[in-house]
């Protein structure tokens, strides 16, 4: 089998993801046995893109030029690109205040030095270049990852499950916080994979891993405002970790 | 005159001869609230009053996520070792009874599934008359004792009539005798529900409401959030995947619950989708359920048991199809 020549790259982000690799401690000897890791500069010294690569795996939002100078090296020189996490697929938690001003958001961190700064809305990576393929969550599961990369030693994409994180919510006979104690889960709307951590031990789903394919928005929303939840409350929960819900979808 | 009735405050004796035929199962409510199949054991209180728990107990049969099969470059494919061991469920009600004899039909008629029939062999079955809540619609389901159970045990004020149906049940029975005492054996209640009638009547003049306005609705509320069928005893759709492993060399496949609401159930290889719309999704899981397809054509696979009415977060209930249909004809 031929060792596919990979490269592991963050933008802007917290390094979780690419953390997520790292904390596969028991993993570590075969991939690292299996790929050519070339490009990896949390876990490497070298710093260059030297050559062809089989397979980048990025991390993070696009929201500085040099994000995008690092993106669009990595495309022209890989064959896929594989988005990691939901600010890559999704613009995520750094996206999180997108509808309001830069400028200003800027400035009330850095002050006067916002001024330098080049910055712009955190994009997800689809908004500039073709991905071919996501492992969403924020962090992504560790699961996932591992399953990537052993479809990756043959050639080929992982299929995970495309349903809403009650399903595996219900599969575990978890208590539904939803229905048995009108808590604002976004359960119904969020992509599984993560073997509904959060509810299983009680806690809502605060929406993490990004939408699941045809969620039911509109349905969901009339839902919560049913059991009394303040529309403006709604809205910021759910675009904690995608700023873009179309509020009116329905499939 | 039979030895058959066992007094209410004899139940910890039965369930500790019950636990001499294998590992005991039944209901309990859990830490967080639910009733759930769980193993029962000293400090574990056995529901005999509960509705129905979350998920049914099909998940001793198939399991929400189940390794099928292996494959190694080596060796080809190799199936699981069915190590299964014995395990006695008890508290089924009928309804549930009748969900497994309906899976029964679907595993091992035709086409035998080796993982479901070995798992199936394993199981003793002990069932429990129920008071139906304002969910059910079982209708005369409940009366039956059989239903291919083991044993059964009917409630009264005191004590449980005890009936065996089967010679796993027989057995038990006798080692039971012991602790019960002689009596008479309990008439079948009878049990009426103008809902299970309804449905009988619609599912055998091949009713399927196209004209109704109720598939619309239906479609713009629900989540695909999947409970409908994962909570359903009689719901068996899977999905199969493989994955395989960092070693390049080794793979494993995957059966794992799914659901007709879900996008992908029709799609095939090329992104083509049989059933595009979720209007389309909602008729052939009315049509699956009140009509049947296949070889299980003409059978109503729908037990009763409500648990698709309680566990639908935005109320969705196929029942509306049949009471739409009965307010018409009202004069
Ligand atoms: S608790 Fe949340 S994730 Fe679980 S079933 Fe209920 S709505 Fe879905
Ligand atoms: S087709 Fe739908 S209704 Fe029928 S078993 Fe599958 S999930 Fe249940
Ligand atoms: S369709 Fe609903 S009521 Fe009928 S058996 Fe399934 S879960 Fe129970
Ligand atoms: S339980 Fe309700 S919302 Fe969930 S898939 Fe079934 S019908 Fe849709």
Redo the contacts between chains.
Sequence with gaps: ?KKPIIAIAGLTACSGCQLTLLNCEE?LP??AQ?FIIDYFPLGLTERLITGPIDVAIVEGAVSTPSDLEILMKLRNSCRCLVALGTCALWGGIAAMKNQESRKDLAGTVYGSAADELKTFNPQPLHRFVKIDFAITGCPPEKGEL??T???L??GTF??F????V??EC???????L???RNEMCL???IQAGCNARCPAV?IRCEGCRGP???A?V???M??FLKKGFPRDEIVSRMQRFYPEWNYEQ?? | MTRNLLKHDSIADFLEILATFGELHGPVLTDVGVSAFRPLGPGIDLLLDYSRTLVPPKKYLLPPRDTVLFFATDEGYRQPAAAVPETILVGLHPCDLQGIAYLDKVFMRDRIDPLYRARRTALTLIGLSCEPDEYCFCGDLSATETHGCDLFMRRSPCEFHLRSNTPKGKAILDRLTPILAEGEPLPADSRTCDMAAAIQQASVRGETFEKSALWDEFAGRCLSCGACSLCCPTCYCFDIREYGALDGETTMRLREWDNCLFKDHGEVAGGFNFRKSRQERFHYRYQHKYLGFGPTRGIVSCVGCGRCRVVCPVGIDLLELFKESEDEKRP
Aim: charged share 30%; net charge negative.
């Design positions: 089998m993993e075969e991939i299996r591992l399953a990369l052993a479809a030693l043959r992982p299929v499950p495309r349903y809403p009650c399903s219900r599969s575990r006979e978890n208590l539904c939803l229905i048995e359960g119904p709307l009680g699941v394919t045809e039911n509109a349905a969901e009339e839902l329905r499939s």
